[in-house]
Structures are given as structure tokens and as C-alpha cells.
């Protein structure tokens, strides 16, 4: 089966600073690398998501890349505030099948 | 409109009895998750349902651990003689209609189940 790794477990950066998470994954047959944010306390919920069509996929201040053949992602977020603080999990799909793998997490804690 | 609801937030129960958690997924969504969080870890796959279909169980770690979903909507995760190890917020996701684009799973609050 699928087998999600995530890197690192946590992160601290300066307010302003960026911030990288990475992920690799080992079924080839993966399409589908969703990103939740997870703030303390409540629920995760999707930040964004790209498709195995895509190399990069950008929102805001939010950026995720995709490299199909080394079989890793990666969450880029640029000029990190405060209310970025909170845990990342990484996720890998079968897009028609609908199963996801979920990475360990990553605690991200920006400082003001 | 109303997102997924989970019943009862919190659970403690002793080492050896039956636990019953709920999840109300949001109306409409036909796939729905089951997860097992333990503190500070990632999040584990248990079970997947989608639509009429078989029940994807491959997750389940025991054979302690069912669930059912009824209707295709409410769905209930079971776990039997319960032991310390299963302490964890059991978290329940819904998504409209894999395979077709929407595959945003969301999630609810979670039940935070503590074994005595």
C-alpha cells in the first residue's frame, strides 16, 4: 500500500519568514496530494490541493509543488504570519478510488 | 448548511467495555471516512464507505473495531472490549462524489475517546 512520509514533525520560523514542508510518497499510482491545516483543537481542513496533472499550484500566499518522478510534494508558505501556526498533514490519494494516506504532520509554529 | 456532526464529543469508558461513536456526515455527501488520531500523530485511515458499495476496511486495526452505515448517511464505528491503546480522537470525514473532481473530504470535531 501507500506509504506517506512527511518532513519535518516541526517547524519554527520568524514572522515574515517562509515556511517549507515536504512529503514524499511511495505508490506511483497516486494522483490526488491534498494539504489540510489542523489549528489546535479543531478539525482539519483543506488548504490546497494539486493534481498529478500539475507541477505547481498556487493560492495566496499558499504554494504546493508536485515532482512525479522523485515522488515527493511540498507546501510553500510565503511571508508566515501568526494565524499560520498550526499543524500541516500531507495526504495521498488514488484519485477514483478516494483512500487517502495521511503524513505524521507538521507542527508549524511562526513567531511573532 | 450544517457540516459533519460527531456524537459525543468526549468518551471515557474502563478497560473492556463496548464504545458506540456516531458521525453525521453533511447531506448529500456519499463517501464517508472513518480516522483514528492519536495525541500528537498523524492521521490513520480505519474504514472508508462510499455510496452502496462494500466498505473499504482495509484500515481497521482489530478485529475489535466495525462499523456500519445505515440509509448511506449516519454512520457508527464500533469498538468492542476496548483497551488503553485505543485512547484517541476518532475522527469522521465526508466528501460529495469521489472520482468526479470533488473530492474535498470535511471533517468533524472528532470524539476524544479515553480508556481507563
Known amino acids: 500500500g501507500e506509504n506517506v512520509e512527511q518532513h519535518p514533525s516541526t517547524l519554527s520560523v520568524q514572522e515574515g519568514d517562509s515556511a517549507v514542508i515536504k512529503c514524499t510518497y511511495s505508490?506511483?499510482?497516486?494522483?490526488?496530494f491534498p494539504w489540510y491545516k489542523q489549528e489546535l483543537g479543531k478539525r482539519p481542513q483543506l488548504i490546497i490541493d494539486i493534481r498529478s496533472n500539475v507541477g505547481e499550484k498556487k493560492d495566496q500566499r499558499i504554494a504546493v509543488t508536485l515532482n512525479k518522478t522523485a515522488k515527493h510534494f511540498s507546501l510553500h508558505i510565503t511571508e508566515t504570519q501568526p494565524e499560520d501556526s498550526a499543524v500541516y498533514f500531507c495526504?495521498?490519494?488514488?484519485?477514483?478510488?478516494?483512500?487517502?494516506?495521511f503524513g505524521s504532520g507538521t507542527k508549524l509554529n511562526v513567531k511573532p | 448548511g450544517a457540516g459533519v456532526s460527531q456524537s459525543p464529543s468526549n468518551k471515557v469508558t474502563e478497560k473492556g467495555k463496548d464504545v458506540e461513536l456516531r458521525c453525521d456526515p453533511i447531506s448529500g455527501h456519499t463517501a464517508l471516512y472513518w480516522y483514528r488520531q492519536s495525541l500528537g500523530q498523524g492521521l490513520e485511515f480505519l474504514i472508508y464507505?462510499?455510496?452502496?458499495?462494500?466498505?473499504?476496511k482495509s484500515g481497521l486495526p482489530s478485529d475489535r473495531f466495525s462499523a456500519e452505515r445505515t440509509g448511506g448517511s449516519v454512520s457508527t464505528l464500533t469498538i468492542q472490549r476496548t483497551q488503553q491503546e485505543d485512547s484517541a480522537v476518532y475522527l469522521c470525514?465526508?466528501?460529495?462524489?469521489?472520482?468526479?473532481?470533488?473530492?474535498?473530504?470535511?471533517f468533524g470535531p472528532g470524539t476524544r475517546l479515553t480508556v481507563l
Open positions: 464507505f462510499q455510496g452502496n458499495s462494500a466498505p473499504d
Open positions: 470525514a465526508s466528501s460529495f462524489a469521489p472520482g468526479t473532481g470533488w473530492n474535498e473530504q470535511f
Open positions: 495526504a495521498a490519494s488514488l484519485y477514483n478510488f478516494n483512500k487517502f494516506y
Open positions: 505508490d506511483s499510482a497516486s494522483n490526488y
